[in-house]
């Protein structure tokens, strides 16, 4: 797998891209977000690896970098998960690298999803989770 990174952090943010020979493989972000802001914990957002370079490593690559860029001011970082059948790798991907939910329950479009409420399962639907680094 082609290894070649660049990383580039200005103020609370961080961005990770991977690119292989002329093309560009994986992104990924981590942002002092607004769920996690008051808390102090970096929020890894929008980890996307390209289909042809899934289970090759690349989004555990990705991780790595962005948990030792939250680790220089945090000892936690954060993220959120879809939760339909599209999330199912990065589920299990977050649950294998000790990511646990962080025991706000289901969040859409950022807000708390109570019982009762009706929403759509959709990209805006969220667990988030945390690990201690």
């Known amino acids: 797998m082609p290894r ?8 609370n943010a961080a961005c990770v891209i991977r690119r ?3 093309r560009l493989l ?12 008051n808390k102090g914990i970096p929020e ?3 980890l996307n690896v390209f289909s042809d370079y899934r289970a090759k490593g690349v989004a ?3 991780l790595d970098e962005l948990e030792g860029i939250a680790a220089r001011t945090s000892g936690t970082v954060g993220l959120g998960v879809g ?4 999330y199912g790798n990065a589920q ?8 646990i939910p962080d025991g706000r329950g289901l969040m859409y479009a950022n807000e708390a999803v109570h019982p009762g409420r009706t ?10 989770m945390v690990k201690q680094l």
């Open 119 to 128: 929403v759509t399962v959709d990209d805006d639907l969220l667990l988030y």
């Open 92 to 99: 299990r991907l977050y649950g294998k690298r000790g990511y």
């Open 60 to 62: 555990g690559a990705l």
């Open 4 to 11: 070649r990174e660049s990383g580039r952090r200005q103020g």
């Open 26 to 37: 994986s992104s990924a972000a981590a942002f002092l977000l607004s769920l996690f802001q």
């Open 83 to 86: 939760l339909y059948e599209d």
């Open 44 to 46: 890894i957002n929008d």
């Open 20 to 22: 292989g020979p002329g």
